[in-house]
């Protein structure tokens, strides 16, 4: 029996000392989540920690505690040392991993012991890079390869950092392409699902795939399929009981979980809304190789442009809706909208006129994407001709609106931020809420002078102004 109360059998199991009795403790068989930032690792980790055997703290970088123990055990043991400081050492003897692990066991151990738990899980950022070490250390080890849709994550990015990518790991992509935050997020994406998906083919019989896309539609169903692969009684009821106020709060989480209450899938699809050209076409090539690999629609030219898919997975039912949106289907947001595209046109006079010249001979589109899972609404479009002061809905004949010279697109939420003056136009906009595109390469100016003339034609404040 050690000082704290723990008896330890030297096969891998710990007897606690837990309300008076002695509960068994598996330090063989630790769970570790391979996830990138932003892909639902936080959810996932209170399903885990809910679970009345297992136990999953905060972000702890166990995994890289682990890779630098190795180091240190390996140098001390006189073996070859790795080239780069940071990387692992091309051999790694076992007197070391035997080191690392006593460590690991130890601090397992205690916290299982503390929390009366049977079995420790961890979810670690870019614990994918150190997979074979973690086998080495646990060969019963269990993996669960955390998957998202590219285009949520690059929006969930944006969101959670809107003055700028720091932290979750965006830091060394922002660096790199410091004005192109979809481009550096797109990279980012890329680079840990490619880690997480070869650690997933390498190690297959360690490893259980999880989309978030499944986990939030399903959470019942995934949980129940996560604990049979880690050889746990199943927990019912579970996706409601893991936010229980007790959860433990330290460390770095999603900001948004403190204020959820039960699994939602409402920020599925909300990537929609983010323009997929500011990423270079080698890139998306390689984003929708994996895509395909994790069974998600590809990013393609026409993402962004047309009705928001029913789903993001190709098991799914992607396609656009089928039904016929009228004025009456249409959001208020989106009615709100037309309303005030109507009164400005109703307004335009000569002064206007003569103001916007370089564009008041043009045909726009204007388009408000639903809400996020709604798959049963269209996305509502018209057609502004200034010429003729007219607006058109072509929400059922969205082909009307291919020769216009250029379109501006949005969600029917930014949109009334924008009208109802909680957002300015140029803020939307930089933040990718509402989008601006093109017929031909009209050049920068002629954007500044197309989205000035839309805000005076909506009754705006400048969208230039400082804010």
């Given at each position: 029996m050690n000082s704290d109360g723990r008896y330890l059998d030297g096969g891998g199991q710990v007897s606690a000392s837990v309300d008076g009795g002695h509960a068994a403790i598996s330090l063989a068989e630790p769970v570790f989540v391979l996830c990138a930032g932003r892909s639902g690792s936080t959810l996932l980790r209170f399903l885990l920690d809910a679970h009345p055997e297992l136990a999953c703290p905060p972000e702890t970088n166990l995994p890289v505690m682990a890779g630098q123990l190795a180091t240190v055990w390996s140098l001390?043991?006189?073996?070859?040392?790795?080239?780069?400081?940071?990387?692992?050492?091309?051999?790694?003897?076992?007197?070391?991993?035997?080191?690392?692990?006593?460590?690991?066991?130890?601090?397992?151990?205690?916290?299982?012991?503390?929390?009366?738990?049977?079995?420790?899980?961890?979810?670690?950022?870019?614990?994918?890079?150190?997979?074979?070490?973690?086998?080495?250390?646990?060969?019963?080890?269990?993996?669960?390869?955390?998957?998202?849709?590219?285009?949520?994550?690059?929006?969930?990015?944006?969101?959670?950092?809107?003055?700028?990518?720091?932290?979750?790991?965006?830091?060394?992509?922002?660096?790199?392409?410091?004005?192109?935050?979809v481009f550096a997020l797109a990279r980012f994406w890329s680079e840990n699902t490619a880690a997480i998906a070869a650690a997933e083919e390498r190690f297959a019989g360690s490893c259980h795939r999880?989309?978030?896309e499944d986990l939030v539609t399903d959470p019942e169903g995934v949980a129940a399929g996560i604990f049979d692969f880690l050889g746990v009684a199943r927990a019912p009821g579970i996706s409601s009981r893991c936010f229980a106020p007790e959860r433990e709060r330290s460390g770095p989480a999603d900001y948004k979980i403190w204020h959820t209450s039960q699994v939602s899938a409402q920020s599925v699809g909300r990537g929609w809304s983010i323009p997929a050209g500011l990423i270079p076409p080698q890139v998306t090539a390689y984003i929708n190789e994996l895509a395909e690999q994790l069974g998600y629609i590809p990013v393609d030219e026409q993402w962004g442009t047309t009705t928001v898919p029913k789903d993001l997975r190709v098991t799914g039912d992607h396609r656009p809706a089928d039904s016929q949106a009228?004025?009456?289907?249409?959001?208020?947001?989106?009615?709100?909208?037309?309303?005030?595209?109507?009164?400005?046109?109703?307004?335009?006079?000569?002064?206007?006129?003569?103001?916007?010249?370089?564009?008041?001979?043009?045909?726009?589109?204007?388009?408000?994407?639903?809400?996020?899972?709604?798959?049963?609404?269209?996305?509502?479009?018209?057609?502004?001709?200034?010429?003729?002061?007219?607006?058109?809905?072509?929400?059922?004949?969205?082909?009307?609106?291919?020769?216009?010279?250029?379109?501006?697109?949005?969600?029917?939420?930014?949109?009334?931020?924008v009208l109802t003056a909680r957002t300015n136009l140029a803020v939307a906009m930089r933040r990718c809420e509402l989008r601006y595109c093109e017929d031909g390469p009209a050049g920068p100016t002629a954007a500044d002078t197309r989205i000035s003339m839309l805000a005076d034609l909506l009754r705006l404040d400048s969208p230039w102004q400082r804010t």
């Open positions: 001390i043991a006189g073996a070859p040392l790795a080239k780069e400081r940071g990387d692992e050492p091309p051999v790694i003897p076992e007197e070391a991993i035997r080191g690392a692990r006593r460590t690991m066991d130890e601090m397992i151990g205690s916290y299982l012991a503390r929390r009366g738990k049977k079995r420790y899980c961890d979810k670690s950022l870019g614990t994918a890079r150190y997979a074979e070490l973690l086998l080495r250390l646990y060969p019963q080890a269990r993996f669960l390869c955390l998957y998202r849709h590219p285009m949520d994550v690059i929006a969930s990015g944006i969101e959670a950092c809107p003055w700028g990518l720091q932290g979750y790991g965006f830091d060394q992509y922002i660096a790199g392409t410091p004005g192109n935050a999880v989309r978030y009228t004025a009456a289907d249409q959001p208020a947001e989106a009615a709100l909208l037309a309303d005030r595209l109507r009164a400005g046109l109703s307004r335009m006079d000569a002064q206007f006129a003569r103001r916007w010249e370089a564009c008041t001979a043009e045909s726009f589109t204007v388009a408000a994407l639903p809400p996020v899972g709604n798959g049963a609404a269209e996305q509502s479009q018209w057609r502004v001709d200034l010429t003729a002061r007219t607006l058109t809905d072509i929400t059922s004949s969205p082909e009307d609106g291919n020769d216009t010279a250029w379109d501006i697109v949005g969600s029917a939420e930014a949109w009334q931020a």
